[in-house]
């Protein structure tokens, strides 16, 4: 094989007396590096997607959540939170509240999903407020009886986008509408209860900034009038992975009349939707490595026509059609390999590049704040394989026609 590579190194090296050969060899070359490096930033790209949605889903909201399957609400909750602590995998429970409402101030609005919460409980299962302004938590905390009576709005952080969709700041007074009304004599008409913006949280993470907000347990149980009532218990686990079977074994403790969903179910249509974009990436952005194959079939072919008089003179030397083959594979190899290793470098670099320089997006379509690239080592083993695979194929038919070559009739007229 040392005199195949040496020939076709030669031939790749070598001076053109047709120059379009050397130009369309180039073009090959090119070809396929921008068709490699394309892969590796668009999978980079996808891989990141992903991986920052998962990672924002499990860190901040509950891994799997109890609820009544008759969604009357959940009664006598505090031996229910003792009764799941004790499941296995499982690392905390918090009871909530969850009610949508209209959060207002003056002539701006912005529906919302508010919960009441417990935030010593509620941090340990999801970590949304761990992103909150200073102050906002202990608002949160819940006070006793005589002081929640003494006058003073209660307390309600929202997530920065809503704060900024309704024009509040901290310390203004927001008006949240519950359709969980009073009956009247028209009928059942909406309740207003006034609260203090008592902070805001950023995530990164559009739906949870723009849709949330959080009130005290027992602000949010008077709001609804659902006294000392949870609408669902939200559970951490230490196997996120595993949550589905940890999930089975939650509701056995937990009794009948009792249901749970996990975040892998919530979010089963977005992470499928991620995979189909990959895959569709994949296959489109390919398709540049296969143009650039085409350029290979031609410069090779290309080169044949040039060469047959060499290829005449090797054979009548004694070299046979299996080396002249051979020759033409291995260059085609070669062409291959260097746009290869050029594409993954530019690639790699490029998608290096941007996961150190944030590239902004917008929150409100891709749900994220910044453009996210994680680059993965099996991605570059598979688009080399891939790319050193159709390239090759397009070898063969010009190693072929080289290998078909008759010596006595390409030098009959030299």
Known sequence: MRFELGVAARYLKAKRRQAVVGIV?????????AGVAALIIALAITNGMRRDLEDKLVDSSAHIQLMQADKMGIKEWRPLLARLEKVPHVVAASPGLWEQVLVARGARDGGALVQGILPGDEMKVSHILDHATPGAIEALKPVAEGAAASGALPPIVLGSDLADTVGARVGDTVMLISPQGELSPIGEIPKYQ?????????????????????????????????????????????????????????????GKGYMTTNWTED??????????????????????????????????????????????????????????????LMQG????????????????????????????????????????????????????????GISLLATLYPAWAAAKVLPAEALRYE
């Open 25 to 33: 060899t180039v073009i090959s070359i090119t070809g396929v590096a």
């Open 194 to 254: 006034p609260f203090r913006l008592a902070g805001t949280y950023h995530t990164g993470f559009y739906q949870y900034d723009s849709l949330m907000g959080f009130l005290r347990l027992a602000d949010a149980q008077k709001l609804f009038d659902e006294p000392d009532l949870l609408s669902v218990i939200g559970i951490r686990v230490d196997a996120p992975n595993k949550a589905p079977e940890i999930a089975k074994a939650i509701e056995q403790a937990a």
């Open 267 to 328: 979010n089963r249509e977005l992470f499928k939707a991620l995979r189909l974009e990959q895959i569709v990436t994949f296959i489109v952005i390919g398709l540049i490595v296969m143009v650039a194959a085409l350029n290979i079939l031609i410069a090779l072919t290309m080169m044949v026509m040039e060469k047959t008089r060499d290829i005449a003179v090797m054979m009548s030397f004694g070299v046979e059609p299996g080396q002249v083959r051979r020759i033409f």
């Open 333 to 388: 190899l070669l062409i291959s390999v260097i746009g290869t290793a050029i594409g993954l470098v530019l690639g790699y670099m490029a998608s290096w590049a941007g996961s150190h320089y944030h590239i902004p997006l917008s929150p409100d379509v891709y749900s994220i704040d910044t453009l996210p690239f994680a680059p993965r080592l099996i991605d570059g083993v598979i688009v080399s394989v891939v790319s050193i």
